[in-house]
């Protein structure tokens, strides 16, 4: 049997987020965001945060791509199941703040809900797909 090509795809979804991110993000964010007027301890701490995000998605993504293994041994697919909904609850974060302070024209200001969001229902078709023992798709 081959490994589960919806959580692959969610893998690989989420891995392109995560270098994105890391590489192309971190730079835009960086400099405005500690050259800031905002206190050090601020600035510092949604810094701090950032990294944080940093991890996540790059943890999320490496444990995406191994779940879609077809020996990974995944009771009941927990992992791969709990980082589909975290993707999906952070793209619909984005989601909603886009729409509560700006309204729909802010969903191209915080476009991030678009790679956020394919993750999580790919990663939850492909978790459904492993418990009812289908075939990959």
Known sequence: MKGNRLLLASGLIAAFTAALHTLAGTSEIQGPLLGSS????????????????????????????????????????????????????????????????????????????ILLVPVGILGLLGDYQRSVGGSPS
């Not at 077809?70 to 793209?91: E, N, Q, V």
């Open 38 to 113: 905002m206190p050090m301890p601020v600035s510092l701490l949604l810094y701090a945060c950032w990294h944080l995000v940093t991890v996540t998605l790059v943890l999320s993504a490496v444990a995406l791509i191994w779940s879609a293994r077809p020996t990974a041994k995944i009771p009941a697919g927990a992992l791969p199941r709990f980082i589909s909904i975290l993707w999906l609850l952070f793209g619909l974060v984005f989601v909603v703040v886009a729409l509560t302070f700006s309204g729909p024209s802010a969903l191209l200001v915080l476009p991030q809900w």
